[in-house]
């Protein structure tokens, strides 16, 4: 639509749109990098785990956000070619529909690789996608007249507008589907890298300290399970498993899948310092949480045998 806007009163409403989607995909990209209040910094955010589900989301999302990619793939075609004596402002606009586009795509992938359940990387997604299609929402409403007069006669014009391209449109399929089959195989080398990172759990903590408070009514029973925690090889319910380095018989953190907790076991007789069952006579428990970062645990409590009292607890994340 700027590309044919002949006055300033029909500049207004692409220049508009254009700021509006840009400043949203600015502030949402500055959000999305800031770690807050997180103990365990990964790069941009990547969570230490993601279960099935999300992982085959993600891949999907990958492939449905280059083949939606609209803005991104036209402002690659179009901003090489000449159209009469306005080339300088048909490259501008084209300039702006790929800046926008490329943006999409970047928010897109931030969006994709920091999701944590699929509910929310769809949904984020989505608002994305919105965000991406705000000016053939507008250009459409301007076409119905929603706007003003002067709008109305930008969109017919645009409408009728037609853009002659030297190649054929073999040669044009053909361009087209080598920038889609590029972005979707940088795509997807790009989240299988992330993926393989998650797998061999390069974003868990490395050691975990826990530590029972002299104040809590159940130091007596939880002292001996304070101390350091080491990141095991062994991985069960596909997150990572801490042993303890220190102490008289050993204990270990893992998660029981059962109770969706993260527990705290000691080894018994039988086991010999070997991993057991997480969901066996575990003696402190967490939350019910799904997360693979043992340092979003908020609090430890004693199993119901023993009470079930949230005891005075601290883990934290050492490297």
Known sequence: ???????SSEHALPIIVFVLQILILVLISIDLMQTYDRELITPMNIPVGVNWS???????ACIVSVLSAEDLVTGVLHVGIQSGPKNIKWGVTNFMRLVEGVL????????IV??????????????VQFVGQLDNLAFALAKMNFFRNAEWELAKRVSDYRV?????????????????CVGVTVMIAGLSIIFYTQYN????????????????????LARYLSGTYILDTTRINGRPVYVQKQGTNGAFLAYCGSINQWTVSSYDDESRGNIDDPCYYFDLQ????????????????????????VIDAEIKCND
């Open 164 to 180: 002659h391209i030297n190649h054929s449109r073999q040669s044009f399929k053909r361009i087209v589907r080598i920038i889609l």
């Open 201 to 220: 759990l390069h974003f868990a903590c490395k050691s975990i300290t826990i530590t029972v408070g002299e104040s809590s009514s159940a130091f007596p």
């Open 1 to 7: 639509m700027l590309f044919l806007a002949k006055n």
């Open 286 to 309: 967490s939350e019910t949480t799904r997360t693979y970062d043992v340092a979003e645990i908020k609090t430890l409590r004693l199993p119901v045998r023993n009470g079930g009292v």
């Open 54 to 60: 999300v992982t085959v989301s993600q891949y999907i």
């Open 104 to 111: 999409v795509i970047i928010v897109s992938i931030i969006f």
């Open 114 to 127: 920091q999701s944590s359940t699929a509910i929310d990387l769809w949904l984020n997604f989505a608002a």
